[in-house]
């Protein structure tokens, strides 16, 4: 994540929550790591009814959907969300604001 997806994660957080200090900013992080675990539910379900199957070669391109799902989908906006984590973490603006994260 570079600077310019942070600063329209934080635009949307502020949209969607009304978010404007680093704990909502969090809190809106958490938000998306909880709905990207919809997809990784999906991709485990898609993956355990293509298993069987497979055996008549239908469950193929379920199985690669399933896989694929759960790689580019989940992981992909767990790491996003991890990543805003971090940045709020370290934004200067929210650091001088909260005396615990000045002190850390």
Same mark, same amino acid.
């Given at each position: 994540?570079?600077?310019i997806?942070y600063?329209?994660?934080k635009?949307v957080?502020?949209?969607?929550l009304g978010?404007?200090d680093?704990?909502?900013?969090?809190?809106?992080?958490d938000?998306?790591?909880?709905?990207s675990?919809i997809?990784?539910?999906?991709s485990?379900?898609?993956?355990?009814?293509?298993?069987?199957?497979c055996?008549?070669f239908?469950g193929v391109?379920?199985?690669?959907?399933?896989?694929c799902?759960?790689?580019?989908?989940?992981?992909k906006?767990?790491?996003?969300a991890?990543?805003?984590r971090? =940045? +709020? @973490? !370290? $934004? /200067?603006e =929210? +650091? @001088? !604001? $909260? /005396?615990e994260?000045?002190?850390s």
């Open positions: 994540m570079n600077k997806e600063n329209a994660m635009k957080a502020k949209a969607q978010a404007d680093a704990e909502s900013l969090k809190y809106f992080a938000k998306v790591e909880k709905q675990r997809y990784k539910w999906m485990i379900f898609l993956g355990i009814l293509a298993i069987p199957l055996l008549i239908v391109p379920l199985l690669i959907a399933a896989i799902c759960y790689v580019f989908v989940y992981k906006a767990v790491k996003k991890q990543m805003f971090e =940045f +709020v @973490d !370290n $934004d /200067p =929210f +650091v @001088d !604001n $909260d /005396p994260l000045a002190a």
